[in-house]
């Protein structure tokens, strides 16, 4: 996975907005806003996913398919809802099995945005509180297992004055310091 600034250039959301030359971002600096990342081979990956996965409680598990074939009619909402950026209260768990594409987090205190390109064997954690949003790179399709801690609740709240007041937004300021 690599992380690096993103240029805030307007235009495709799946070009890879890397400036030049590229603002690499440090892992020490994922881990200070608690984004967490593994890298596991594909091949075999299930009992090292299993692992984590035990470690960290995430009980439940499924794939998504993000392209158009694997999606149908919802393809193009999806795809902008993915890119809306929002909070979710639970972490956002995905371990990438084929494909690739762009998760944007926002760094605190800046309020900049770090783009994540992730590629098959990346394990990313997203915290909850954090914001963040998906797009697709220009090869167009990515395939995720997509874990969680009890039930499945993808409700993603978009950034707004409600999210400020958030309790788990106002915890994950606590907890990376602000
Ligand atoms: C999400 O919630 O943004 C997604 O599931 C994006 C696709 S998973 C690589
Ligand atoms: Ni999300």
Redo the contacts with the bound molecule.
């Keep these: 996975m690599r992380a690096y600034y993103f240029d805030n250039v307007p235009g495709d959301q799946r070009l890879p907005h890397d400036y030049v030359p590229s603002r690499p971002v440090a892992p020490e600096t994922l881990s200070a806003l608690n984004v967490r990342f593994w890298t596991i081979p594909v091949e075999g990956y299930e009992p090292r996913v299993d692992e984590v996965a035990k470690e960290r409680g995430y009980k439940n598990r499924d794939t998504?398919d993000?392209s158009k074939a694997g999606m149908g009619a919802i393809y193009e909402e999806k795809i902008k809802g993915?890119f809306q950026e929002h909070m979710h209260e639970d972490e956002?768990i995905?371990y990438?099995l084929s494909g690739s594409?762009f998760?944007d987090v926002r760094e605190t205190p800046t309020d900049a945005w770090i783009r994540l390109a992730?590629e098959p064997g990346d394990l990313l954690v997203i915290p909850a509180g954090i914001y963040?949003?998906?797009t697709l790179d220009e090869a167009d399709n990515?395939?995720?297992l997509?874990l969680f801690q009890d039930e499945p609740k993808?409700i993603?709240y978009n950034r707004g004055v409600d999210t400020e007041a958030n309790p788990h937004r106002v915890d994950y300021l606590r907890s990376v310091g602000v």
Excluded: K, L, N
Aim: net charge positive.
């Design positions: 998504i993000v993915f956002e995905r990438i594409g998760f992730v963040h949003r998906f990515i395939r995720a997509r993808w993603p």
